[in-house]
């Protein structure tokens, strides 16, 4: 059981991480920046820091060090607990020829997608336990252009079918589960209307989605420290609460989140905060023109 985190990440990711120990009733420190160079720097900086704070256990956060394979055996070598994928996981996503080999047992294709009809960016934000249960927490479409220039992205994804649900979920179990994954990661796909599931990547660590954040049944960073240190999912489907929007302001890169009980609501209150002269400056970007039809047929 883990006691005490080093919390390897900054600023609003690491402050999460943070809280999210001490409301699992684990203490928590922030980790100075490690700005050594190289793998073995990075992991001495590490190893050394947890030991002057009597941690346990440290959580690399959801960036590149996450992912890197050779800190993590090392800080396991010393016998710390790693709050990240397990080295063998962490270098099986990295060989994209044994993920596809993961997907195309699943029964789909690694190409991108180029069936009839609309051609969409769907990603799968997912929780993986060491029993090898895999749960779609979220889907998110975030699919340039055809949404409507304000669009950044929304959750759960529109217009998939059951068949299409099913397809998705099927791939990130195998993907998942044959890399002996464990925490989160995000598998991502192109969705024809009329046509197949294709399958691109996956990632290790969170979808960083505003959207997905606001319709997921669960805290995925509180579930991530759970599954790591042991405690099996509890459930194997997740149902969405709502749906979100968001939109980029004034052609800007800041957004706004948009929620509501079912879609048709949130377009309404999209078009609504994109009129309000304190958002969207009483009309959007003459670039990114709102086109709320557009959404409707975009399936």
């Known amino acids: 059981m883990l006691r005490k985190v080093l919390v390897a990440d900054r600023g609003v990711t690491g402050a999460r991480i943070v809280r999210t120990c001490e409301d699992l009733g684990l203490s928590a420190v922030a980790a100075a920046a490690c700005e050594a160079t190289g793998s073995a720097a990075t992991a001495d900086a590490l190893v050394a820091a947890a030991d002057e704070a009597g941690a346990d256990a440290v959580h690399p956060g959801h960036g590149p060090l996450a992912c890197d394979a050779s800190v993590a055996a090392a800080v396991l070598d010393h016998g710390l607990a790693w709050i990240g994928p397990q080295p063998s996981a962490a270098r099986r996503l990295l060989d994209s020829a044994a993920v596809r080999a993961s997907a195309a047992r699943a029964g789909v294709r690694t190409a991108v997608g ?70 989160i990661a995000t598998c991502s796909f192109t969705v024809s209307g009329a046509g197949p599931v294709s399958f691109v990547d ?56 948009v929620f509501g009980a079912d879609r048709d609501v949130v377009l309404r209150r999209a078009a609504d905060a994109l009129e309000d002269p304190r958002v969207g400056g009483g009309a959007p970007p003459a670039a990114a023109p709102w086109q709320p039809d557009r959404l409707a047929e975009a399936g």
């Not at 079918?161 to 002996?180: I, K, M, N, P, Q």
Request: proline share 7%.
């Open 202 to 257: 996956v990632a290790a660590g969170p979808a960083r989605s505003r959207a997905v954040e606001q319709v997921a049944d669960v805290d995925v960073v509180f579930e991530h420290i759970r599954v790591v240190d042991g405690h099996p999912l509890t459930y194997d489907r997740l149902p969405a609460h709502g749906h979100a929007l968001a939109l980029r302001v004034c052609g800007g890169a800041d957004t706004i989140l």
């Open 114 to 183: 180029a069936g009839p009809g609309p051609v969409r960016r769907v990603d799968a934000e997912c929780l993986a336990d060491a029993a090898g249960t895999v749960v779609v927490v979220s889907t998110r479409d975030r699919t340039p252009g055809h949404l409507g220039g304000p669009i950044v992205e929304e959750a759960p994804a529109p217009f998939l079918s059951g068949e299409h649900e099913a397809v998705l979920r099927g791939v990130c179990t195998a993907v998942l589960r044959d890399a002996g994954y464990v925490g």
